[in-house]
């Protein structure tokens, strides 16, 4: 097994890191998209953050269902009988630009029918990204058959294979993260408006910041198991700290003040729909829980407002200003300078 590189030694990408420990903090908020340029740690971000995150309970199933919640396990693990429990890595599954539908949802295991006669299930990405993230790099190249895939198992949580005979039906609850270069095109907007968060990640421009990160990649690359141990206080710092923001995360109270004024920013705004409301509270709470504050203050929804709100505006060709411009405005307006 490869080493990777340890996620607190990532520098120069303190938006992306965030996202990603809100989203393990409370994956309710719906997954995050990285677009920027290319070389600037996405793919490390998410890759590092796997062996950052604590082990969950899970069944011994294909679908390492939650022993504790027996509404989302499989009909195996609600047949009745004892469910043997381990402790395991959180999943983080890559998903290929090439991967068949097949491959994605689960099919027929053709040896064992062909060999035996026998119809079972082979499960596929779903099933093993299921209490875990399913990543997707170059996510605006999938293509729309996988996309709708997606977006059928992101609204639903579950995965429905009906195929050869076969008729299956497991638990997939997926935090969905993608990331991709918008030179190479644009995101269908169902997909998008499926990703809690959003950011736009830049080539830092700091000349001490490039030698920094250049500096640590290369002692990393030398030496992996003397870096590792190097940072290792400090992931188990983060580690601890993810634990604890999800303990207290149910008690952190959102006043009605708080909503009001995320209600009033997405009016302000004109997004579509109530998903963005939604997301910003959910991130301002996650946030709030992670600094190990009691309650969401006007300070969450300004640190959450833009990755949380910036891909869901309405396209205004009279204004030619970013949208994270335009939200800093709204912000302003609402909430006071």
């Known amino acids: 097994m490869s080493l990777r590189y340890p996620f607190s030694a990532i520098a120069g990408q303190d938006e992306l890191k965030e996202a990603l420990l809100l989203t393990a903090v409370d994956p309710l908020i719906g997954g995050l998209l990285a677009f920027g340029d290319r070389g600037t740690g996405k793919s490390t971000a998410v890759r590092a953050l796997a062996a950052l995150l604590p082990e969950i309970r899970a069944a011994s199933c294909p679908y390492h269902c939650d022993p504790d919640s027996p509404a989302s396990q499989c009909d195996a693990c609600r047949s009745g009988g004892p469910i043997k429990v381990r402790r395991i890595p959180i999943p983080v599954v890559d998903l290929p630009l090439g991967a068949t539908e097949d491959r994605v949802l689960g099919a027929l295991n053709l040896e064992r029918a062909l060999s035996h006669g026998e119809k079972t299930f082979e499960p596929g990405l779903l099933a093993q990204a299921n ?22 198992v992101a ?26 270069n918008p030179e190479e095109g644009e995101l269908r ?22 030698v920094e990160i250049v500096k640590r990649r290369d002692a990393f690359e030398r030496d992996p198991p003397a870096f590792l141990a190097r940072w290792a206080p400090e992931e188990e710092k983060i580690r601890r700290r993810i634990v604890k923001a999800r303990r207290g995360l149910a008690a952190t109270e959102v006043p009605d003040a708080v909503l009001e004024r995320a209600a009033a920013l997405c009016i302000h705004l004109k997004t579509d729909g109530l998903r963005g409301q939604l997301t910003l509270m959910r991130a301002a709470r996650a946030l709030a829980a992670f600094e190990g504050a009691k309650r969401v203050g006007d300070e969450h929804l300004r640190r959450m407002a833009t990755p949380s709100l910036r891909h869901r505006l309405r396209r205004n060709p009279l204004d030619e200003t970013g949208s994270a411009t335009r939200i800093a405005r709204a912000v302003a307006e609402v909430l006071g300078a």
């Open 189 to 210: 907007p169902q997909l998008l408006d499926r990703f809690g968060l959003s950011l736009e990640v830049r080539t830092p421009g700091d000349p001490a910041l490039w």
């Open 131 to 152: 209490r875990g993230y399913l990543y997707v790099d170059e996510v605006n190249l999938l293509e729309d058959h996988i996309v709708d895939l997606l977006l059928d």
């Open 155 to 180: 609204a639903s949580g579950e995965n429905v294979v009906e195929r050869e005979g076969l008729s299956v039906r497991h638990p997939a609850r997926i935090v969905l993260v993608g990331s991709g």
